[in-house]
């Protein structure tokens, strides 16, 4: 038996001109979610803020004050919205090694604990945050004259989509009979 791979069958990378060729799939864009898109445009401030900031400090000799702040603000709105999509894709850290010892029925109203109390969880935050946006009320931030519940209704705003999809991972869960906990090879696409 030869150990050296036939020519003819490995992919041919080179067209019968000699030259390379490759060609990309269509990008397809439409599944692409709102909080997606809003996170995106959170990164992209945060990404022209951060370089004005390099800019106005080592190019200018300048730097401008507010763009620490507003950086800061700008990542935890991308994570904060940004968190959603990992909701709905259900792929935060989890420990599932547990699921494979217990019995079918132990593990699925174990998973069905988890979606409650994700639920629950998120929906207590959203509450939790809008109760400290009441109790700051006109506080400002430290070097712009912006509320700092601006950023307070951002994280309330990733903390409401984090709990609409989490509702709508429950729905997956009940609809196909197991979650990801009890199955890892699967995720949200298998139906």
């Not at 945060?46 to 401008?64: H, I, P």
């Not at 800061?72 to 599932?96: C, E, W």
């Not at 929906?123 to 009320?137: C, F, N, P, R």
């Not at 429950?170 to 009979?177: A, D, I, P, S």
Request: charged letters at 20%; glycine letters at 6%.
């Amino acid at each position: 038996m030869s150990s050296v791979p036939d020519i003819q069958a490995l992919p041919q990378v080179m067209g019968d001109d000699g030259e390379f060729h490759v060609t990309d799939e269509a990008v397809d864009l439409s599944g692409t979610t709102p909080e997606a898109w809003a996170a995106l445009a959170f990164f992209w401030a945060l990404g022209l803020t951060v370089f004005y900031q390099f800019f106005t400090r080592y190019v200018l000799n300048d730097s401008a004050a507010w763009t620490e702040e507003i950086a800061r603000y700008l990542l935890i709105a991308t994570v904060f919205v940004g968190a959603a999509i990992g909701v709905a894709k259900n792929n935060h850290i989890q420990v599932d090694f547990l699921f494979r010892f217990l019995p079918h029925k132990v593990a699925r109203a174990m998973a069905l604990l988890v979606d409650v109390l994700r639920i629950a969880f998120l929906g207590a935050a959203v509450v939790l945050t809008w109760q400290m946006m009441e109790k700051m009320g006109n506080y400002k931030m430290t070097i712009v004259d912006l509320p700092m519940n601006i950023v307070y209704a951002v994280c309330m705003v990733g903390f409401a989509a984090m709990c609409v999809r989490s509702i709508w991972v429950m729905r997956v869960h009940l609809e196909r009979g197991y979650s990801v906990l009890e199955k890892p090879e699967s995720t949200m696409e298998d139906r």
